[in-house]
């Protein structure tokens, strides 16, 4: 069965990093588009990013553009989220979820997600 | 970029109800769209892909229509479980937005 298991979300101050994990199992990883989506508390979904199988092309919510960098490891069945100059407003509960296709058509399973709370 | 919008931002309904979501791109995306329920403190689930195509495992209940700026999500007879909120979400222009979602609570 699909698994999807966040993980490295956690408290961080204004303006430094932190970097997510999604161990993915159950599946032909390297087939499938990866997403990241958050949601921040009492708030709607928001996407954040999506890369294509293969890696090689990568898309990014506006307001994450430059800040934020995702990355997948076909031969270690991960995908990745890198996080810099968090703000306040990046508090949220970070998803990530599988395409149905190879980059973007749907997001068929998700993980349970993970806590990213950045406060002084 | 485009803009999702749905409409009502939230819907009481009863038991065997029909209810219609409606969501509006700002510019056309063709079949590009998709649908997902979310429950309280759990992850979003994939109901509708591309418009009008019913995820596996999805009761039949749901079904999706659509195509260019606007679509409809319809639940054809409403079930407790249900309860719910609703988003869609464009899947084909970069970035993906989600709209604000519909809450559809049971009378």
């Known amino acids: 069965q699909v698994q999807l298991v966040e993980s490295g979300g956690g408290v961080v101050q204004p303006g430094r990093s932190l970097r997510l994990s999604c161990a993915a199992s159950?599946?032909?990883?390297?087939?499938?588009?990866m997403h990241w989506v958050r949601q921040a508390p009492g708030k709607g979904l928001e996407w954040v990013a999506v890369?294509?199988?293969?890696?090689?092309?990568?898309y990014y919510e506006d307001s994450m553009k430059g800040r934020f960098t995702i990355s997948r490891d076909n031969s270690k069945n991960t995908l990745y989220l890198q996080m810099n100059s968090l703000r306040a407003e990046d508090t949220a509960v970070y998803y990530c979820a599988k395409d149905l296709g190879i980059l973007s058509l749907g997001k068929d399973y998700w993980g349970q997600g993970t806590l990213v709370t950045v406060s002084s | 970029d485009i803009q999702m919008t749905q409409s009502p931002s939230s819907v009481s309904a009863s038991v065997g109800d029909r209810v219609t979501i409606t969501c509006r791109a700002s510019q056309g995306i063709r079949n590009w769209l998709a649908w997902y329920q979310q429950k309280p403190g759990k992850a979003p689930n994939l109901l509708i892909f591309a418009a009008s195509n019913l995820q596996s495992g999805v009761p039949s209940r749901f079904s999706g229509s659509g195509s260019g700026t606007d679509f409809t999500l319809t639940i054809s007879s409403l079930q407790p479980e249900d309860s719910a909120t609703y988003y869609c979400q464009g899947t084909n222009s970069f970035p993906l937005t989600f709209a604000g979602g519909t809450k559809v609570e049971i009378k």
């Open positions: 890369i294509s199988y293969d890696g090689n092309n990568k």
């Open positions: 159950g599946f032909t990883f390297s087939s499938y588009g």
